[in-house]
Nanobody
Framework: QVQLVESGGGLVQPGGSLRLSCAAS????????MSWVRQALGKGLEFVAG????????YYADSVKGRFTIGRDNAKNALWLQMNGLEPEDTAVYYC?????????????????WGQGTQVTVSS
């Protein structure tokens, strides 16, 4: 069955870095558009970054541009998110999400497959 398993979350000080990973299985990973979506406590789902199946198309929310980098390795069915310059406002549960279709979507509702999430806390 479809599985997305995130790892790499944790507690980090402002200005620090974390690298999130997502291991995928049970679906044709290389043809799926993949994204990272986050949810802060008491708030809705927020698109963070997305990547096309080939890895050539990259999309970022304005709030993370220049600080976060999304990437994928189709040979390993792996997705990652390198987060630098972390701010307290980045504190959230981060989800790996995937969808078929033709384009990367910035709407969380468009994603069919979700991981269980990993907590990122940015605090001094």
């Amino acid at each position: 069955q479809v599985q997305l398993v995130e790892s790499g979350g944790g507690l980090v000080q402002p200005g620090g870095s974390l690298r999130l990973s997502c291991a995928a299985s049970g679906f044709p990973f290389s043809t799926h558009k993949m994204s990272w979506v986050r949810q802060a406590l008491g708030k809705g789902l927020e698109f963070v970054a997305g990547i096309s199946g080939s890895g050539l198309g990259l999309y970022y929310a304005d709030s993370v541009k220049g600080r976060f980098t999304i990437g994928r390795d189709n040979a390993k069915n792996a997705l990652w998110l390198q987060m630098n310059g972390l701010e307290p406002e980045d504190t959230a549960v981060y989800y790996c999400a995937g969808r078929g279709g033709f384009v990367v979507s910035e709407r969380p509702d468009d994603y069919d497959n979700w991981g269980q999430g990993t907590q990122v806390t940015v605090s001094s």
